[in-house]
C-alpha cells in the first residue's frame, strides 16, 4: 500500500486517538472537563470521514443523486449530538446548538473562508443568484422562528397568559411548513434550476473509495459519533460547573463548533484554492440545512419524549440570528469577497460570542 495516500488523513487518524482516550476517561471515573475535551476533539474527525465518505458515494451514484446524499448528511454530526441532548432533556442546550450553528456557518466559517482566500487572492468571486436565494430560504427561517416568541410577546402585553398546547401546535405547524421548503428547495437546487448552483461544467471526478468501503466508513463513523456524542452530551453538566458556562454558551459557542469543525476546514481549504463558489455554498446550504432541516427534524423527534420541544427561541438568540441573515445578505450581494470582509464577518462573530459569554 503507497502510504502517500494516507497523508491527507494523518490528522484525522491522529484526532481519532481521543475517541479510545475519552472512554477510558469514563471507564476510570474520570468526569467534566476532560472527557468533554475528549470526546469533543473526538468527534471532529469522526464527522470529516463522514463527510467523505458521502462524497464518495456521491461520485459513485452521480451529480443528482450525490447532492441528495450530501444534502441529508451535510449536517449529520450536529443532529445526532442534539438528538442526544434533546432525549436528556437539554433543551435550551439543543435550541443554543441550532443557534450556533447557523451564526457560525455565516460569520465564522465564511469570515475564516474570505479571509484566509482572500490572504492569497486579492479579490475573489461566488454566484450571487445562488446566495441570494440560500439568504431567502434563511429569512423564511428567521420568520418561522420569530412568530412564537411574537405570540409570547403579544399575550404578556395584554396580560393574558401563554397557552402552551397552542404554542405546541404552533412550533409544530411552522416546522412542517420550514421541513416542505427544505423539500421544495432539493428539488429548485438539485432538479429543476440546477444550473445556478452548479454553473461551470467540469470533469466528473473520479472516486477514490469502492462504494462498499464508503458504506463501512460511514456506518462505523456515525456509530462512533453516537458514541462520543453520548459521552459528550452527559459530561456538559459537570464541564458546565467547572468553567462556569452558561447552557447558552455551551450550545451555542462550544457545541455549534464542535458539530461544525470538519465542514469549517473544508469550506477554508476550498477558499484558499481559490475555490470561493464552493466554500460559500458549503457555508450557505450548511446553514440553511439546520434551520428548515435539522431544527424541524428535533421537534417533530420531541414528540417521542415527555414535553414537546417549542420553537420559542430567547431572545438573544432570534436577534443574533436575524442579524446574521442581515450580514450574509450584505456581503453576499455584490458577489465577490476579500480579506477585509473575512475579517469584519470574524469580529462580528466575536462580539455575539462575547455578548452570549456574558447573559446570563
Known amino acids: ?57 456521491g461520485k459513485h451514484a452521480g451529480p443528482g443523486v450525490g447532492g441528495l446524499l450530501n444534502a441529508t448528511f ?61 439568504t431567502s430560504m434563511l429569512l423564511l427561517a428567521v420568520i418561522g422562528l420569530v412568530m412564537p416568541d411574537l405570540y409570547i410577546l403579544s399575550q404578556d402585553t395584554t396580560g393574558q397568559p401563554v397557552s402552551a398546547p397552542l404554542l405546541r401546535s404552533m412550533s409544530l405547524g411552522i416546522a412542517g411548513i420550514l421541513l416542505a421548503a427544505y423539500v421544495l428547495g432539493l428539488l429548485f437546487s438539485l432538479r429543476t434550476h440546477r444550473d445556478i448552483f452548479n454553473p461551470v461544467t467540469e470533469a466528473a471526478e473520479k472516486p477514490r473509495w469502492s462504494i462498499r468501503t464508503s458504506l463501512l466508513v460511514l456506518i462505523a463513523a456515525t456509530g462512533f459519533v453516537a458514541l462520543e456524542s453520548e459521552l ?32 469549517h476546514g473544508s469550506a477554508v ?51 443574533s440570528i436575524a442579524l446574521a441573515t442581515a450580514v450574509l445578505a450584505a456581503v453576499a450581494s455584490d458577489g465577490r469577497s476579500n480579506w477585509y470582509e473575512g475579517v469584519l464577518l470574524i469580529m462580528v462573530y466575536a462580539i455575539v460570542g462575547v455578548a452570549f459569554f456574558y447573559h446570563p
Open 269 to 319: 481549504i476550498m477558499a484558499f484554492r481559490n475555490k470561493m463558489e464552493l466554500s460559500v455554498a458549503i457555508a450557505t446550504t450548511s446553514t440553511t440545512q439546520i434551520a428548515l432541516f435539522v431544527a424541524p427534524v428535533l421537534i417533530f423527534a420531541s414528540l417521542l419524549t415527555s414535553t414537546l420541544m417549542t420553537l420559542d427561541f430567547e431572545i438573544f438568540e432570534l436577534v
Open 74 to 134: 451535510g449536517n449529520a454530526t450536529e443532529l445526532i449530538i442534539a438528538l442526544f441532548a434533546l432525549f436528556s432533556g437539554l433543551y435550551d442546550v439543543v435550541k443554543a446548538s441550532l443557534t450556533g450553528s447557523i451564526i457560525g456557518n455565516i460569520l465564522l466559517v465564511l469570515g475564516l473562508s474570505m479571509f484566509v482566500g482572500g490572504l492569497r487572492h486579492r479579490t475573489q468571486t461566488f454566484s450571487r443568484e445562488a446566495s441570494g436565494i440560500q
Open 1 to 57: 500500500m503507497d502510504l502517500r495516500a494516507l497523508r491527507p488523513y494523518v490528522w484525522a487518524f491522529v484526532l481519532a486517538l481521543f475517541v479510545p482516550t475519552s472512554w477510558a476517561l469514563e471507564l476510570i471515573g474520570v468526569r467534566g472537563v476532560p472527557v468533554f475535551g475528549a470526546a469533543a476533539l473526538g468527534i471532529i474527525p469522526l464527522a470529516w470521514f463522514m463527510g467523505l465518505a458521502t462524497e464518495e458515494l
Open 232 to 263: 459528550l452530551v452527559g459530561s456538559i453538566g459537570d464541564a458546565q460547573a467547572a468553567l462556569g458556562f452558561t447552557n447558552l454558551f455551551v450550545g451555542v459557542i462550544i457545541v455549534a463548533i464542535i458539530g461544525n469543525a470538519a465542514e
